[in-house]
């Protein structure tokens, strides 16, 4: 048989066939020595895990004003010391000062059910477990008839969100149906939220302002379902009200609380929401240096957002980019002792309120500002970076692909660069340098299902990350930063010529806001 006559073959004539087969060798690509070690080290030596165990798994989420936020920049300062990087607690204002405690939800008749959900940040206590009613929003048509029917509300829970006919995302949707019946399920779900929308708009309210008139009129507590689109999947922002708890309720369970209570079962819940409101709270940025040994007053910036909403760990947004960040700032001190210019690592607070910390951080340093190199942001998800915008800045190409060319080819040829590019206006916090002239660049990666699934959401954990793809980042991030800190060259802040808009009106460079430096009439 050919099997046994291919192993009974002598050995000599095996392996001249063998080595016939074989492809040439390809030539090993060359790195600068110091690039090299910084993909060895990666590669061998990460650190990403256990930095992702202890930041996610031990502190968890990082909402501004928590202790767990104050944790968070005491932890990343402690950890870039323990490398013999400065690094120290820069405050930039306060915050409402609020922990988490537990939530506890039970449909208590017409049936026993425990309910999935959360009490949403910053919500009041319960003090003591609440149980009332559950009620929808009424049929009308007028603020004069809903304000009629306010009253009504006292002493019940009332349901403030949209109901949800199918809680299926529209990707499964569209996989199984007939393309007929996925277009007509989507003009339905498309005239769902539409009429929703129409309707509050109709009763002379808001987002901000139907909560607070709910609490007015005595509610016991307010419920939404923020759902994403993807199956068990909402958001978690920040309640609307003072006295009375606000919750998310998981679709599934919204939508059977919603169903009753519109045929009239009149269904009850309890709820036990504890939490603690807490003095007003310092908000820090985490700022490490490794000064530099030619050009001191020159920098190159890492830079990251530290605080998180608290729906879950905040693990894609952002610990992946603070993890990046942390990793990146390690290896450069271990393998590159002789930096030019200074490298500075910000981990920003309150970001999420509004680039908080990093518009913080450039308003109150100018010294610094006029000496940046470069600073390069990460923010959008656990992937590989994949693209680089040149921020609107007319020279980006000439350093930015400089720059670039040094990493390793596996690293450098997922990405897409767009130069001069357009200057972000916010989203993130390489924003805030680049509205005040600065060069800012964010490091955009593939995104792995993030705004759908992860981005502020309940399933934000650390399991969502890949680890694979955050070593490449680190290799990246390393890379620039080097080479940025090597350039000869200052690199050029010449703005681009801005293009016209529909109107043919010129589109305007970012104005430089200024942070809000406490949680007064934030909404």
């Given at each position: 048989m050919k099997i046994n006559t291919f192993f009974t073959m002598p050995a000599v004539v095996l392996a001249a066939q063998f080595?016939?087969?074989?492809?040439?060798?390809?030539?090993?690509?060359?790195?600068?020595?110091?690039?090299?070690?910084?993909?060895?080290?990666?590669?061998?030596?990460?650190?990403?895990?256990?930095?992702?165990?202890?930041?996610?798994?031990?502190?968890?989420?990082?909402?501004?004003?928590?202790?767990?936020?104050l944790a968070a920049n005491e932890w990343t300062a402690n950890k870039l010391r323990s490398w013999d990087i400065d690094a120290n607690l820069q405050q930039f204002g306060t915050w409402k000062g609020w922990q988490r405690g537990t939530t506890h939800v039970d449909m208590t008749y017409p049936r026993i059910k425990s309910l999935s959900a959360t009490q949403l940040a910053w919500s009041p206590s319960t003090k003591k477990a609440v149980e009332a009613e559950v009620v929808v929003l009424p049929k009308v048509s007028s603020k004069a008839e809903f304000d009629k029917w306010l009253p009504s509300v006292k002493g019940k829970i009332v349901l403030m969100a949209q109901y949800q006919k199918i809680g299926r995302s529209d990707e499964q949707i569209k996989e199984f149906a007939t393309p007929e019946l996925y277009e007509k399920l989507k003009a339905e779900k498309d005239k769902a939220s539409k009429d929703f929308k129409d309707?509050?708009?109709?009763?002379?309210?808001?987002?901000?302002?139907?909560?607070?008139?709910?609490?007015?009129?005595?509610?016991?507590?307010?419920?939404?379902?923020?759902?994403?689109?993807?199956?068990?999947?909402?958001r978690i922002f920040g309640a609307k009200t003072t006295k009375i708890p606000m919750l998310d309720i998981d679709v599934e369970d919204y939508g059977m609380l919603f169903r009753m209570a519109e045929k009239g079962a009149k269904p009850k819940i309890k709820v036990e929401a504890q939490s603690k409101i807490l003095p007003e709270a310092?908000?820090?940025?985490?700022?490490?240096?490794?000064?530099?040994?030619?050009?001191?007053?020159?920098?190159?910036?890492?830079?990251?957002?530290?605080?998180?909403?608290?729906?879950a760990?905040?693990?894609?947004?952002?610990?992946?980019?603070?993890?990046?960040?942390?990793?990146?700032?390690?290896?450069?001190?271990?393998?590159?002792?002789?930096?030019?210019?200074?490298?500075?690592?910000?981990?920003?607070?309150?970001?999420?309120?509004?680039?908080?910390?990093?518009?913080?951080?450039?308003?109150?340093?100018?010294?610094?500002?006029?000496?940046?190199?470069?600073?390069?942001?990460?923010?959008?998800?656990?992937?590989?970076?994949?693209?680089?915008?040149?921020?609107?800045?007319?020279?980006?190409?000439?350093?930015?692909?400089?720059?670039?060319?040094?990493?390793?080819k596996s690293v450098r040829d997922n990405i897409k660069t767009d130069f001069p590019g357009m200057p972000g206006g916010g989203g993130s916090d390489h924003a805030s340098f680049v509205a005040a002239g600065v060069p800012g660049f964010s490091l955009g990666s593939l995104n792995w299902g993030y705004f759908g699934y992860t981005w502020h959401t309940t399933k934000d954990t650390y399991d969502k990350i890949v680890?694979?793809?955050?070593?490449?980042?680190?290799?990246?991030?390393?890379?620039?930063a080097y080479m940025a800190s090597e350039d000869p060259e200052f690199t050029?802040?010449?703005?681009?010529?801005?293009?016209?808009?529909?109107?043919?009106?010129?589109?305007?460079?970012?104005?430089?806001?200024?942070?809000?430096?406490?949680?007064?009439?934030?909404?």
């Open positions: 080595s016939w087969a074989q492809a040439p060798a390809k030539p090993q690509e060359k790195l600068n020595p110091v690039i090299e070690n910084f993909v060895n080290e990666v590669n061998n030596n990460s650190q990403l895990e256990n930095l992702a165990y202890e930041l996610l798994d031990g502190i968890g989420p990082r909402l501004v004003g928590t202790p767990e936020m309707y509050v708009n109709s009763i002379g309210y808001d987002n901000n302002t139907l909560p607070e008139a709910l609490e007015k009129a005595g509610a016991a507590g307010i419920a939404i379902s923020n759902w994403t689109g993807i199956m068990g999947a909402n310092k908000t820090f940025n985490t700022i490490g240096m490794i000064k530099g040994k030619e050009k001191p007053d020159e920098y190159v910036i890492l830079s990251a957002h530290l605080d998180s909403w608290d729906g760990q905040g693990a894609t947004d952002n610990g992946t980019g603070v993890l990046t960040m942390l990793e990146t700032m390690r290896i450069l001190k271990k393998y590159y002792p002789n930096n030019k210019r200074t490298i500075l690592v910000g981990l920003w607070g309150s970001e999420e309120q509004g680039l908080n910390g990093s518009r913080g951080f450039v308003a109150d340093h100018p010294e610094i500002m006029k000496g940046v190199q470069a600073a390069f942001n990460q923010d959008n998800g656990t992937g590989r970076v994949v693209n680089i915008s040149g921020q609107g800045f007319v020279k980006s190409y000439d350093y930015i692909g400089r720059w670039l060319n040094a990493a390793p680890f694979d793809e955050i070593k490449n980042n680190v290799i990246l991030t390393a890379t620039l050029s802040r010449e703005r681009r010529v801005m293009p016209q808009d529909d109107k043919g009106e010129t589109v305007k460079w970012p104005e430089a806001k200024e942070p809000r430096r406490d949680s007064k009439d934030f909404k």
